[in-house]
Structures are given as structure tokens and as C-alpha cells.
């Protein structure tokens, strides 16, 4: 016969193990519904852009005028107001940044007030120091630009429609087209 504090000791593992697995069970049930033997599936790949552009609620139409007049020159541009439903923006913009090889940030009053703003300033300097993004600040109005983006020459939108507005764009739709190429940054 066994000794009885093995047996209670064993019979304490077992239900300790028991109810363990049993709490695992119950705290992971609701999040996981897949067929069993299927894996999960990747991401659909997205197509790359040229120019990733970054604006603050403010600038919504500016950027969106922008993005369409850099289409029509022929650049691929990603806007977050463009993300399809059903899709996580801040993923998307995340990946579509890390494909593109020019970031252009819409400056206006109050632009560096956004906390995404902030966090897609220091993504697209990141980018800058660690893969070569060109980085391209653009005044929407007449607005004094923050330390790293005042060191770069900036483009001037403040006039949609004018002719140094054109200009700008097409300056950016050129850049663009050289960095696709890769003849340049």
C-alpha cells in the first residue's frame, strides 16, 4: 500500500493540472474560431505606393486634392481617408508606409497637435535614417515647421489651384517617378 501523503499529494497535482487546463480553456474559447487544421491565413499582400501622405484631420480635402492630382501625373499615393471597409487604417497605413519611397506631411495650424500626426512625423523620419525614405514637408498654410522637417526643403500648397501649386505637384509627381525608378533620392 502507498504512503497516504504521496496519495493526497498526487491527487492534488491532478485536479491542480485539471483545473488549470480547464481556466486555459475557458480564457481562450471565445477568441479563437477556426476550423480545426487550418492555419491561419496571412494577409493579403497590398500593392505599394509611391507617396505615402500624412495630414491632420484639418487637411483632409488639401490632402485629398493632393493625392488625386499626384494620380493623375502618374504616382500611386496612399491616403488613410482611401482605406476600404473592412480594413484596420493604422495597418494600412503602417504598411503602405513601409513601401513607400516618399512621405510628404501636410503642415497647417494645427497639425503637430494630432497625436497620429506625431506618431507618422517620427514613422517617416524613421524612415528616413533607416531606408532612405525621402522625406518632403508641405505647408498648407503659413506655418513655422518643427526642427526636422524645417531642415528639408519643403513644397508650398497653400494656394490649391494656383500656379505654384502645379508646380509643387508636379515637382512631387516627378520625385516620385524618379524614386520608382530608383535613379535617386
Given at each position: 500500500?502507498?504512503d497516504?501523503?504521496?496519495?493526497?499529494?498526487?491527487?492534488?497535482?491532478?485536479?491542480?493540472?485539471?483545473?488549470?487546463?480547464?481556466?486555459?480553456?475557458?480564457?481562450?474559447?471565445?477568441?479563437?474560431?477556426?476550423?480545426?487544421?487550418?492555419?491561419?491565413?496571412?494577409?493579403?499582400?497590398?500593392?505599394?505606393?509611391?507617396?505615402?501622405?500624412?495630414?491632420?484631420?484639418?487637411?483632409?480635402?488639401?490632402?485629398?486634392?493632393?493625392?488625386?492630382?499626384?494620380?493623375?501625373?502618374?504616382?500611386?499615393?496612399?491616403?488613410?481617408?482611401?482605406?476600404?471597409?473592412?480594413?484596420?487604417?493604422?495597418?494600412?497605413?503602417?504598411?503602405?508606409?513601409?513601401?513607400?519611397?516618399?512621405?510628404?506631411?501636410?503642415?497647417?495650424?494645427?497639425?503637430m497637435?494630432?497625436?497620429?500626426?506625431?506618431?507618422?512625423?517620427?514613422?517617416?523620419?524613421?524612415?528616413?535614417?533607416?531606408?532612405?525614405?525621402?522625406?518632403?514637408?508641405?505647408?498648407?498654410?503659413?506655418?513655422?515647421?518643427?526642427?526636422?522637417?524645417?531642415?528639408r526643403?519643403?513644397?508650398?500648397?497653400?494656394?490649391?489651384?494656383?500656379?505654384?501649386?502645379?508646380?509643387?505637384?508636379?515637382?512631387?509627381?516627378?520625385?516620385?517617378?524618379r524614386?520608382?525608378?530608383?535613379?535617386?533620392?
Amino acid at each position: 500500500m502507498e504512503d497516504p501523503v504521496t496519495l493526497v499529494l498526487t491527487a492534488v497535482g491532478t485536479i491542480a493540472g485539471v483545473a488549470s487546463a480547464y481556466l486555459a480553456h475557458v480564457a481562450v474559447r471565445g477568441r479563437i474560431r477556426r476550423p480545426r487544421g487550418e492555419a491561419p491565413r496571412p494577409p493579403e499582400p497590398r500593392e505599394s505606393h509611391d507617396v505615402f501622405v500624412s495630414y491632420a484631420a484639418a487637411e483632409a480635402d488639401v490632402a485629398e486634392r493632393l493625392a488625386r492630382d499626384l494620380e493623375e501625373a502618374g504616382a500611386s499615393v496612399f491616403l488613410v481617408r482611401w482605406v476600404e471597409p473592412g480594413l484596420r487604417p493604422l495597418l494600412e497605413a503602417e504598411r503602405a508606409l513601409a513601401g513607400a519611397a516618399l512621405g510628404v506631411l501636410l503642415f497647417g495650424p494645427g497639425t503637430m497637435a494630432d497625436a497620429r500626426i506625431q506618431d507618422e512625423y517620427a514613422a517617416l523620419l524613421t524612415g528616413v535614417y533607416e531606408r532612405g525614405l525621402r522625406f518632403v514637408p508641405a505647408r498648407t498654410e503659413d506655418v513655422t515647421l518643427p526642427g526636422f522637417a524645417a531642415i528639408r526643403q519643403p513644397v508650398d500648397l497653400t494656394e490649391p489651384g494656383g500656379p505654384r501649386y502645379a508646380a509643387e505637384v508636379a515637382r512631387l509627381a516627378e520625385i516620385a517617378t524618379r524614386l520608382r525608378g530608383g535613379t535617386g533620392a
